[in-house]
């Protein structure tokens, strides 16, 4: 469809400026022509894909357009002769990078990777993206083929050093006369192990170009900072005639191989692709588009164009997106008034939600189809939230995607058979009008929306809904309520964006635009409190007009290292880069007048990982700056650490001639106002509006309004692209190129107490669940520790006056159920004597705690009188030591729980506000360090931070929860609050009625053998009638003398995270999973032990063998790796004496294979059941610490066989640089992972130690599943670790493959979240 104003003379002016802007999107291309000296712009609006009528959308748009503009016909079939204007424009984005990437057709690549690190880019960062997935969906790799390098350098020294400054002064000397040490071009030094094998690289190459490779990826280790191999490995393929040859450090020279290697894939997979529809779009015009009249630049996905012959597959994902926050950005942002704003940009799938404050903000890496793309992008948050997202009634819950319809078949209402979803909600309560609605949708493509069939899907579900809960809700109520949990999962990454950064939601203006979006603006901006809405007049094309908006950008960057003091020490850096960019934009045109420069320092405290990209400030005090923003994203700095510099970023944006800031502040304050008349109504409407039911609604054609009118609501505002809803109380005023639309202040809500509405319930779902997320991240941000603050092994929680899970945020599985035993242990101890203003600490086994190092803080919230305790809070951090035998406080020859660190039943930490130090220096430090051979907390300074961080946090829910039921009353609330453990109740009670059923009365039972030949046994009693079970564990051995032992807490949450598993759709995860089911765990059992028992490894090895026979008892699953291989090493502590030794710790865990299932085979390296840990980068691995990573790879064949094949282990080779106190503890190691069905077991683990002896020789010793060792340098551990079986016979229907590595379901269609808050959210879940 053309959708144009007027289009001005036609044939008089044949020497034509014309800027034309395009979003190539996935179901519309969206077409904008601005003609120098017309007012009207014009817009064309076509389907992306239609070769019926043309080959290419965007040459057709360009097409229509300039017959518009011209008068004249461009012929379809022929080259648009583009010498008859004198300036013709095009600026474009497209989604064919991301295309490719999504359906996985890039071109044929192959991996150049350094020996030993085959797999590393498939284990990836080892953790699965979803924590409660059975059948566990990875994407593939891009690359086709992979070739070891011989090569290898590493870092000499090392940063986690108490001794670093001393040491690198002693390697600047050593340089001096080593061959092998070279400084890197970021100052580091790098040591080469071994130096390229050249005539190895040329035989390789050879091969490959012989297989038919044309493109290349090289990702060597540490070529962030060395780079002479990667270039090197260029030259060759160069020479043989490699077309595309893609390196590593240049893609993008940050430390990270994982990352860096992962987008140099994608780039050498993609630019083909990209270079393929740029050649094939140029042939569409005479000049190719390369006459001096003629200029294509394309978006890229930080928000900048570049010139055509630039553009590059990396930068290419989210384009179109980016030109939304641009265009957003450019027509709402005032510079003046400085007001931030929300972009809101509703589409038919998802929702892309970003922030801007006058800066653009960007994140340096994020996932798109399963690959990490390391490369500046615009922060966009995306939700599975958008007109054509599927609603869910399931289990007295409403629900909405993330499944969508898609355009095929559509909604209901497309009138294909599509199922209830968002836009037939807002077609029967009236949003949507037939009669206003492109006559697209029948057989013949010539009918209107069908509301007809949606008023009868929806009356059958509310007929479904009253049935299942009593009560007597009409159609309209039904789909009003999807539209407010529609509503709500939108708002929630709004405050994730705002409030969990430090930022007041109701400060923001929100900027709405999408097809969909102008339908939902009002009730998400009053939801967040936000008093403002602006809506471009372009809203629904406002991607395509950011194209026109956005500037030619170049970036330059370069790895920088040492200690930053001042700007001045680096600015001969600065200007080098600066120059680069200059050079770059120069070609484009753009004159170095006409150049910004925006330098970026990125900067972090040394010993963290959270580094800040510090723009440069306008009194260019990069220092003070990088404290103000830790202070405001972290809530606290680090005045005795040193800052370090890593990178430096510079910035070039060629701005325009005509650029101009679109922002209606100054015509909103200056236009006359005036009421609309009741002559330009187009008509009346009825709409449904909740808390008003059906209203009398005038319908307004927007193209009718003058500026300055104004329309009190309710009203319908329509374009040609777009619906706007104005609700009740909401007043619009038009200006000439947005719409304004004003709201009063929040309205309090009242509801019943008694009668639980199933609408609010899915909402107060919601609620509950973002104040346990807000409280994470408010954790996170004010914690020190790399274990809280960078790896989030951490979960808060909310919980009922009595102490009953309400909403545990999906942080930690084994803290699920766990928690709540801490706080009802302690509630009923304590509830007599607490006080306002009391808060307190446990970390003892017996009192609700799962091991020593994992110390909960628990705040009780008061009525407003300080009479009643009316919820709890909780925080439960894992502190990097609590004391004992062992730095990291996890030995692996403990036999008592003393040995393990502090402990302690409970006591307050804070009493009557006042802090008590002298009391939790006691429980920390003099109590631990009264054992003979152990040690107080050799972190007590960070231990007292983060339990500060952990106070923070239950503040931050106790506020909310305060505001929450301020705004609802407290009864309320809590009626609310046993309604969502009941539903998850029902949920539960549910799938062990219908297993029953099939069970025919019989009992599920399971056992399997810890590898000291401890028995754990499991028997299932479910009663069919009341969907109740009974987990009785009687059979399992008695308690053991080491740290296995598992506290009963931990098989609690054991079950509530199968039960979750089994269940396998989003449920509340509350007491009420557990409300029908019985758990029998005899005293004195490993899984149940005395007071005294060692436990460090019963959190997180024990729980998953507990898992594994839960699943094996429900036959649900081939038993995955069962164990996590923890894996420390470290140095320091407390001499003889009882004096401290300098040094540091590290614990790591290891993945292993994932077991098979009823039609799927098992993955390899990942974490599975109860674990879900990243792994540290490998270049930053040895960065910190005084280790080289020889080998990371995915042991071959370690998985079980089967019709369906178990998933294979890895293997991590470690060699010590210094001498070292090495830790490993695993099991595993004797019995092997069960098969399932017939299929076999996975194979069992195995360690190794490389023990070096006199006169060189080294032996190989099977050092067993636990073992502490005193290693020197050159030494080795190797740890491989076990497979996951296999399911069904090997072998029946020819389905068996070999080793668990044919695709596993991945699919590319299904939706993917993305940015920063969804970049956070995974990172917690990864733990």
């Not at 599975?384 to 319809?405: K, N, Q, T, Y």
């Not at 307050?908 to 631990?928: A, C, H, M, Q």
């Not at 003979?932 to 506020?959: E, Q, T, V």
């Not at 050159?1274 to 695709?1303: D, Q, Y």
Request: net charge negative.
């Amino acid at each position: 469809m053309d959708l144009n104003g007027t289009q001005g003379p036609q044939g008089s002016d044949s020497r034509l400026k014309i800027k034309i802007a395009i979003d190539r999107g996935g179901t519309f291309t969206d077409c904008l022509g601005i003609v120098e000296g017309r007012e009207e712009d014009i817009i064309v609006k076509i389907l992306s894909q239609d070769p019926s009528n043309y080959a290419d959308a965007p040459i057709e748009g360009i097409r229509r357009i300039l017959e518009k503009a011209t008068g004249e016909s461009f012929p379809r079939n022929e080259p648009i002769d583009t010498s008859q204007f004198e300036d013709l424009s095009i600026r474009m984005g497209t989604t064919v990078a991301t295309n490719a990437l999504l359906e996985r057709k890039g071109e044929k690549v192959a991996l150049l990777i350094t020996e030993g690190f085959s797999d590393s880019l498939e284990i990836g960062l080892q953790s699965r993206p979803k924590l409660f997935d059975l059948h566990i969906v990875r994407p593939d790799v891009l690359y086709e083929k992979v070739v070891e390098v011989a090569e290898r350098v590493t870092i000499e020294g090392y940063q986690q050093s108490p001794f670093y400054d001393e040491e690198v002064e002693a390697i600047q000397k050593a340089a001096e006369s080593d061959p092998n040490l070279i400084q890197g071009i970021n100052g580091q030094y790098i040591r080469i192990l071994k130096p390229l094998d050249e005539e190895r690289v040329r035989a390789d190459l050879r091969g490959l170009y012989d297989e038919g490779f044309r493109s290349i990826c090289v990702c060597l280790a540490h070529s962030y900072t060395f780079q002479d191999h990667e270039r090197a490995v260029r030259d060759i393929a160069s020479e043989i005639g490699f077309p595309q040859v893609t390196l590593s450090c240049l893609t993008l020279p940050m430390i990270k191989m994982i990352s860096r290697g992962m987008s140099a894939n994608a780039d050498a997979y993609l630019t083909p692709v990209i270079q393929q529809y740029i050649s094939g779009f140029q042939s569409g015009f005479t000049d190719r588009l390369q006459s001096s009249n003629t200029r294509c630049a394309f978006m890229q996905s930080d928000g900048g164009l570049v010139d055509v012959r630039k553009f590059s597959g990396l930068r290419a994902v989210l384009s179109g997106p980016a030109g939304g926050v641009v265009g957003h950005a450019g027509t709402s942002y005032d510079p003046e008034d400085k007001i931030p704003i929300i972009g809101f940009d509703m589409g038919g799938t998802s929702t892309d939600i970003s922030r801007f404050d006058g800066i653009f903000e960007h994140t340096f890496e994020n996932v798109t189809a399963g690959i990490s793309i390391m490369a500046p992008q615009l922060d966009i948050n995306t939700v599975a939230a958008g007109g054509g997202s599927i609603l869910h009634w399931r289990h007295g819950l409403f629900a909405v995607g993330p499944d969508s319809a898609g355009a095929h078949p559509g909604p209901a209402c497309y009138r294909k058979g599509g199922p209830l979803a968002i836009s037939d909600a807002n077609a029967l309560t009236g949003r949507l009008l037939p009669e206003y609605f492109p006559k697209i949708f029948g057989k013949s493509e010539n009918e209107p929306l069908d509301v007809e069939i949606t008023r009868v899907k929806f009356a059958e579900l509310a007929a479904q809904v009253n049935s299942e809960t009593g009560q007597h809700k009409t159609p309209e109520e039904v789909a009003m309520g999807f539209i407010e949990v529609a509503n709500e999962a939108m708002a929630k990454p709004i405050r994730a964006l705002t409030e969990a950064r430090g930022y007041d939601t109701s400060a923001h203006h929100l900027a709405c635009f999408g097809g969909a979006g102008g339908q939902h603006a009002c009730a998400i901006a009053a939801s967040l409190s936000i008093t403002r809405v602006i809506i471009h007049r372009y809203s629904s094309i406002l991607s395509a007009y950011g194209m026109a908006l956005a500037e030619l950008v170049h970036e330059a960057q370069k790895p920088c290292s040492g200690v930053f003091t001042t700007a001045k020490s680096v600015l001969p850096t600065i200007n080098e880069l600066k120059g680069e960019v200059t050079k770059e934009l120069e070609v484009d045109g753009i004159s170095k007048d006409r150049i910004n420069y925006e330098v970026y320092l990125n900067l972090r405290y040394q010993g963290t990982d959270n580094s800040l990209m510090i723009l440069e400030p306008p009194d260019g005090d990069y220092l003070a700056e990088f404290t103000r923003q830790h202070q405001r994203e972290y809530s606290f700095t680090f005045p005795d650490k040193n800052v370090l510099l890593e990178d430096i970023r510079v910035r070039g944006v060629g701005q325009s001639v005509e650029s101009s800031n679109e922002s209606p502040n100054r015509e909103l304050a200056s236009v006359e106002k005036f009421a609309v008349m009741n002559a330009d109504e187009d008509g009346k409407s009825s709409v449904y509006f909740a808390g008003f039911g059906w209203t009398d609604t005038p319908i307004y054609l927007l193209h009718n309004l003058k500026p300055g009118c104004v329309i009190q609501g309710p009203a319908t505002i329509i374009d040609n692209t777009q619906t706007i809803i104005v609700e009740p109380l909401v007043k619009a005023t038009v200006l000439s190129r947005h719409v304004i639309l004003d709201l009063p202040s929040k309205r309090t809500q009242t509801l019943s107490a008694t009668v639980i509405d199933p609408i609010r319930l899915s909402i107060f779902g919601h609620r509950f669940m973002s104040i346990a997320e807000q409280m994470g991240r408010t954790f996170q941000k004010t914690s020190v520790s790399t274990n809280i603050k960078e790896r989030l092994d951490f979960s808060c929680a909310l919980f009922s006056p009595e102490g009953r899970l309400v909403a545990n945020a999906p942080h930690v599985p084994v803290h699920l159920g766990s928690m709540e035993y801490a706080v009802r242990f302690q509630n009923e101890r304590y509830r007599d004597t607490l006080r306002p203003g009391d808060i307190l600490c446990s970390n003892h086994p017996v009192a609700g705690g799962v091991h020593l190092p994992d110390i909960t803080i628990m705040t009780p919230i008061w009525d407003a009188d300080g009479k009643d305790i009316i919820f709890w809070v909780a925080s439960r951090g894992h502190h990097p030591d609590v004391g004992g035998i062992s730095p990291g406080s996890m030995p692996s020859n403990s036999k008592f729980l003393y040995e393990e660190g502090a402990a302690t039943m409970s006591y307050k930490i804070v009493s009557g506000g006042i802090f008590n130090e002298k009391e939790t220096r006691r429980f920390l430090y003099d109590e631990p360090s009264q054992y003979a051979g152990c040690s107080g907390s050799r972190n007590y300074k960070d231990n007292l931070s983060d339990m500060r961080a952990a106070i923070a946090a239950n503040r931050k829910g106790a506020n909310l929860i305060e505001a929450l039921v301020k705004e609802f009353t407290l009864p309320v609330v809590h009626g609310y609050m046993n309604a969502i453990a009941e539903n998850a109740e029902t949920a539960v009670r549910a799938y062990l009625r219908s297993l029953a059923g099939k069970l025919n009365g019989k009992h599920l039972s399971f056992q399997d053998y810890m590898d000291d030949g401890s028995v754990l046994a499991l028997q299932i009693r479910i009663n069919g009638e009341t969907g109740s079970a009974v987990f009785d564990f009687t059979g399992t051995s008695e308690e053991t003398l080491n740290c296995l032992n598992a506290p009963k807490a931990i098989t609690h949450s054991a079950v509530i995270y199968s039960l979750r598993c089994l269940i396998n759709q989003d449920i509340p995860l509350n007491q009420g999973c557990l409300a029908p089911i019985d758990v029998i765990i005899p005293e004195g059992t490993i899984l149940n032990p005395s007071p005294w028992s060692a436990v460090c490894a019963g959190n997180s090895i024990t729980s998953q063998r507990i898992t594994d026979v839960i699943l094996g008892a429900f036959h649900a699953v081939a038993a995955s790796q069962g164990c996590v291989n923890v894996f420390g090493f470290g140095m320091g502590g407390t001499d003889d004496s009882g004096n401290e030794v300098p040094g540091f710790g590290y614990i790591e865990t290891i993945a292993g294979g994932s077991g098979a299932g009823p039609g799927w085979h098992g993955v390899s390296g990942v974490h599975t059941n109860m674990s879900n840990t990243r792994c540290a980068d490998p270049e930053v691995y040895e960065l910190r610490y005084p280790v080289i990573l020889r080998r990371w790879t995915i042991r071959k064949g370690s998985g079980g066989v089967g019709k369906y094949c178990g998933g294979n282990g890895c293997i991590r080779d470690v060699e010590f640089r210094i001498p070292l106190q090495v830790s490993v503890l695993s099991e595993r190691r004797v019995m092997r992972p069960y098969g399932m069905d017939g299929g076999e077991a996975g194979a069992a683990g195995k360690n190794l130690y490389i023990k070096k002896e006199e006169g060189g020789v080294e032996r190989t010793i099977n050092i067993g599943g636990k073992m502490e060792l005193s290693v020197v340098p050159g030494e080795r551990v190797i740890i491989e670790t076990p497979g996951g079986g296999g399911w069904g016979i090997p072998g029946l229907n020819g389905t068996t493959a070999k080793n668990g590595v044919l695709s596993n379901g991945f699919t590319t269609n299904q939706f993917e979240p993305r940015g920063s808050v969804h970049n956070w959210q995974m990172a917690a879940e990864g733990i």
